[in-house]
């Protein structure tokens, strides 16, 4: 699987911290929305095009957050 975006809400902490991620395996796109950080809890969504998993990021990313796209997947 390979990571090709990752969206930060900016804050830190367990209670604050929201990721998205966009990741492609083979022919399925997949998006993470994970609350909490890395031991947070994680809704996945699968898609057969970029096209519809692109719209779920758009979707989640509408909200209160200043929301920042990360260039390199985290370490």
Request: glycine content about 10%.
């Amino acid at each position: 699987m390979e990571q090709r975006k990752h969206w930060w809400n900016g804050k830190w902490g367990r209670a604050a911290r929201r990721d998205v991620y966009l990741r492609i395996d083979g022919d399925t796109w997949h998006v993470e929305q994970r609350a909490g950080g890395a031991e947070g809890v994680s809704h996945f969504y699968e898609y057969e095009t970029e096209e519809d998993a692109y719209d779920r990021v758009r979707a989640l990313l509408v909200g209160p957050f200043d929301w920042r796209e990360l260039s390199r997947p985290p370490q």
